[in-house]
């Protein structure tokens, strides 16, 4: 009976620690004219069609060969310790069709094999990394924002319906942290839906104070992105630069004292998800339709003083 050598059988003979592991294995299922070697105390594998196990050592090391039969052909599929029959499923995509005929036996097989590349494992996949933020048991999304109060920022774009004015005060920690980013270069912005109380003074305040006043009408996103500056990655006091990226801040938070867990009251239950970086730019095309089509502070501005404050409920075009 032909045999054929599949991919995680070759790999299984040139991985192990025995150095005589692959020659007990051919031996035991390999004749010398490459021809398949019976034996009687072969029996079905559960579990995969058309599979079966071959004993190629007993008591200590117990060393087992999975094969197929195939029709007339027999293709040795696995090969290891007794635990090799553990929870197998059959060959991947593209193994049988990549599978080497054998045909010669005795040594020149195991030769063969030792001059074959070995073949790449396919590497482990990284544990899942939790990139959702709550604010509740642990003000997780609160933390994420002020862990970046001491790093350089190029912009800071801060998108939300719903913003409590009296967050952005010198004297408020919040305030404090964007004042500090601009005087240290970043270009802040804010983009938010028209208040309600058509209450601007706090915007005015923080036009004074160079951030950029943006207001987008029937506005319920909410985004929170601080963009690494990546000219000042290895500027001096800056320690363990290459660790550093962007932070982008999806979800439920509005900048109030409850949506961020600001102050003593008590806060919402919220959830933010924490963009992977790769994706900066689908949000820097994001924040720019916004800013295009949503109103500057002088807008505002005129619309309140003509009593129009309803424009402001439509876009530009």
Request: negative net charge; hydrophobic residues 40%.
């Amino acid at each position: 009976m032909p045999v054929f050598l599949l991919p995680d059988f070759i790999a299984d003979l040139q991985e192990h620690n025995d150095a005589h592991f692959a020659r007990r294995v051919l031996q035991k299922t390999i004749r010398h004219d490459g021809g398949f070697r019976p034996d009687t105390d072969d029996h079905p594998y559960e579990g995969i069609e058309d599979a079966w196990i071959r004993y190629v050592s007993r008591k200590r090391t117990a060393y087992r060969v999975i094969f197929l039969r195939k029709g007339e052909n027999i293709y040795l599929f696995r090969a290891g310790e007794h635990s090799v029959e553990d929870n197998l499923t059959g060959p991947a995509a593209g193994a049988m069709e990549a599978a080497v005929a054998v045909d010669d036996g005795g040594p020149e097989v195991a030769a063969a094999l030792a001059g074959m590349p070995a073949r790449e494992r396919p590497a482990a996949a990284p544990p899942p990394v939790n990139r959702f933020k709550r604010n509740i048991p642990n003000p997780q999304i609160h933390r994420e924002i002020f862990s970046r109060r001491n790093l350089p920022h190029k912009d800071i774009w801060l998108v939300a319906p719903f913003v409590n004015g009296d967050l952005f005060a010198p004297t408020k920690p919040f305030g404090k942290l964007l004042l500090d980013q601009v005087e240290d270069g970043a270009s802040v912005a804010l983009i938010t839906a028209p208040p309600k109380d058509k209450n601007i003074e706090w915007m005015e305040t923080l036009a004074e104070r160079k951030v950029g006043i943006f207001v987008y009408p029937r506005l319920h996103s909410k985004l929170y992105c601080f963009v690494f500056d990546e000219n000042r990655r290895y500027e001096r006091g800056l320690r363990e630069g290459d660790q550093y990226s962007s932070l982008i801040l999806v979800g439920s938070s509005n900048l109030t004292s409850m949506g961020m867990a600001l102050g003593e009251r008590q806060c919402n239950e919220e959830l933010c998800y924490s963009v992977p970086e790769n994706e900066i730019g689908f949000i820097e095309e994001y924040v720019a339709e916004l800013m295009m089509q949503g109103y500057e502070l002088p807008d505002v501005r005129r619309f309140l003083a003509r009593g129009q404050w309803q424009k402001l409920e439509n876009r530009k075009w």
